[in-house]
């Protein structure tokens, strides 16, 4: 039995889904649903039961008696804005904490979330060995949140008994719930067939020109890959990146959403809000060095294929994995 934590959610609910194409519905989705429509990414899935976070967590505490291969723990607070500080420790790194212990004095395999986020300006580069983790310095709370857990594994000395996987910009469905989190990907979709033309924040960087900010965009489908590659391969431990390693512009990005709808390209630079100013990042990129010698070869899908698929087979046609 396979649990995935905060599995109603994007990433989470992907990873139940490419679990189910594989035979494999023997799944406890663990997640808290709130009052949006996450649970629409469920509709379809395969699992053995549902049982909310804190339940789980209480569960925990009191000795789970269900016979756990894995817990891929993909449960979090991934709000890059979200101010509540302690709310982020409690539920980014507390309850990280809580599981990592937990599987490992159970001998479960255990695959947690960490988040690109932790790199801030990328002044570091983007090298995802774990020695760098505690010179890093996040530019929000979530990524320092993140990035504390990454640390607090590598000073345990448990970080080449787990798995964390870093996530760079993740597009795709099932990320529909997500509001202001959601990938640009979706929100652009929104604004052309609301509008006809996509909105991008103007550079503030004279070393970049409106547009052509750059990030490694990767299709949720092979994020969910490179992550269930560790599924089973209990000798291949630490932290990777999760990313294309192909890092693109933002107009590279609408560009592939208007080709793929067949409209037009219109783009308005508009202001990068000043609260942002200080925090935005101008070039991420996944170094894959690491995760491609632990053995993972799959083909990575391009940009232009992701956003074509995206469009084509799940906005257009409203759809959601599973379904």
Not at 66 to 77: L, P, V
Not at 120 to 128: A, I, M, P, Q, V
Not at 256 to 279: C, T, W
């Amino acid at each position: 039995m396979i649990i995935i934590t905060g599995g109603s959610g994007f990433i989470g609910s992907a990873i139940a889904w490419r679990l189910n194409t594989q035979g494999n519905n023997d799944l406890i989705i663990v997640d808290e649903l709130g009052c949006d429509e996450k649970w629409k990414n469920l509709v379809g899935l395969n699992f053995r039961d549902f049982i909310n976070k804190d339940d789980f967590i209480n569960k925990i505490d009191s000795g789970f008696d269900f016979k756990i291969e894995a817990i891929i723990h993909m449960g979090a607070n991934s709000s890059t804005t979200e101010k509540d500080a302690d709310q982020l420790l409690r539920n980014n790194y507390e309850y990280t904490k809580k599981l990592a212990v937990f599987c490992l004095e159970k001998n479960i395999r255990f695959i947690y979330a960490s988040s690109a986020a932790t790199y801030g300006d990328g002044s570091l580069g983007f090298n995802d060995d774990e020695k760098v983790c505690q010179s890093l310095k996040p530019l929000n709370m979530y990524g320092y949140s993140k990035n504390l857990f990454d640390t607090w594994a590598v000073k345990q000395g448990i970080v080449n008994k787990i798995v964390g996987v870093k996530y760079f910009n993740v597009f795709g469905p099932n990320e529909y719930h997500k509001g202001d989190m959601r990938s640009v990907v979706h929100k652009a979709f929104e604004q052309i067939m609301n509008t006809g033309k996509v909105k991008l924040f103007k550079s503030k960087n004279p070393n970049y020109k409106d547009g052509e900010q750059i990030r490694d965009f990767i299709y949720v489908k092979d994020a969910v890959d490179m992550t269930l590659f560790f599924l089973d391969k209990n000798d291949r431990n630490g932290i990777y990146n999760i990313g294309s390693g192909k890092a693109r512009t933002w107009n590279d990005l609408v560009t592939a959403l208007f080709n793929a709808l067949g409209k037009p390209i219109n783009i308005e630079y508009i202001d990068l809000p000043e609260h942002l100013v200080e925090k935005y990042q101008y070039f991420t990129e996944a170094n894959l060095g690491k995760i491609k010698t632990a053995g993972y070869s799959n083909p990575i899908t391009s940009l232009e294929d992701g956003v074509t698929d995206y469009v084509k087979n799940f906005l257009l046609k409203e759809k959601y994995l599973g379904l």
